[in-house]
């Protein structure tokens, strides 16, 4: 059976290639821009891991369709949970700016 996990959440690492880089945990003292930079590297990661197990499914030297589209699926559905995070965090900081000091 393959590695569903989704990076963060679980076991991490994917059936097509290296593993994603590991995000910081608060005991490592991490900032929040750190958490945020590695976050974004796991999402490109996953696109990037996505794009390779379409390539390999058009060449001919995967046959397992299913598992190719787990993989472009988990890449969809991180990008869209960091496009949502971009939105609430554009949403705060707007908010910030509307205070009168």
Do not use: C, W
């Not at 994917?14 to 880089?21: E, I, L, N, V």
């Not at 490109?44 to 598992?67: P, Y």
């Amino acid at each position: 059976m393959s590695d569903l996990s989704v990076p963060g959440i679980g076991r991490t690492g994917t059936p097509f290639g290296a593993p994603a880089p590991a995000l910081p945990t608060p005991a490592t003292g991490a900032s929040f821009g750190e958490t945020l930079k590695a976050s974004l590297a796991q999402v490109n990661h996953q696109q990037v891991q996505a794009d390779r197990a379409i390539e390999e499914l058009a060449l001919g030297r995967r046959a397992d369709l299913a598992a190719t589209l787990v993989q472009v699926e988990k890449a969809s559905l991180s990008f869209q949970l960091m496009a949502q995070v971009r939105n609430k965090l554009v949403e705060a900081y707007q908010e910030v700016m509307r205070m009168q000091v």
